[in-house]
């Protein structure tokens, strides 16, 4: 299912429906890039780390997919507070419920400034290898904001105006 900001509220019911039946879940992430600097192979593992880091704080999301798996013929019932996962059965049989969220940073009615870097590669294999509709991501995507951005909408929104 294609979730867009004009279907998010019905995508999001269907999605915790299934989220709860879900015996496990895929997760996966388009971004407008993926290196802020090359990795290589006599990187340390805390280096590598730090460029991964470096990549996603730099570049946006703009796609992020979800994938829940709902056992169709389970043995026995799940319990959803047991962290043992033995009761998903080598012949078990699943249902795939896909979700693509885009996502959009959007600036609100101009209240916050925001930039979307990209790297001209992942721009080509979104475009010819992914099939991204930027149009849609553009127009519908689904804004979010991190915790300090969504303090100051917050602190905006529930501002004594009379004090203007």
């Not at 299934?18 to 996966?28: P, S």
């Not at 600036?107 to 979104?126: C, H, P």
Request: proline residues 4%; negative net charge.
């Amino acid at each position: 299912m294609e979730v867009t900001r004009f279907n998010f509220k019905e995508a999001r019911a269907i999605f915790l429906e299934k989220l709860e039946q879900a015996a496990f879940v895929a997760f996966d992430l388009e971004m407008t890039g993926i290196r802020s600097e090359m990795r290589n192979e006599t990187d340390l593992p805390f280096e590598n780390y730090l460029k991964a880091f470096n990549a996603a704080n730099r570049y946006n999301v703009i796609q992020m997919g979800l994938c829940l798996f709902v056992q169709t013929n389970p043995d026995e019932p799940k319990d959803p507070e047991a962290v043992d996962y033995s009761f998903i059965k080598p012949s078990a049989n699943f249902e795939a419920y896909p979700f693509t969220f885009y996502l959009m940073p959007r600036t609100y009615d101009g209240l916050m400034k925001r930039d979307v870097a990209m790297e001209v590669s992942s721009i080509e294999f979104n475009v010819n290898r992914h099939g991204i509709d930027w149009n849609k991501w553009l127009d519908n995507g689904i804004g979010y904001c991190d915790q300090e951005e969504r303090q100051f909408l917050r602190d905006f929104i529930f501002a004594d105006k009379s004090t203007n």
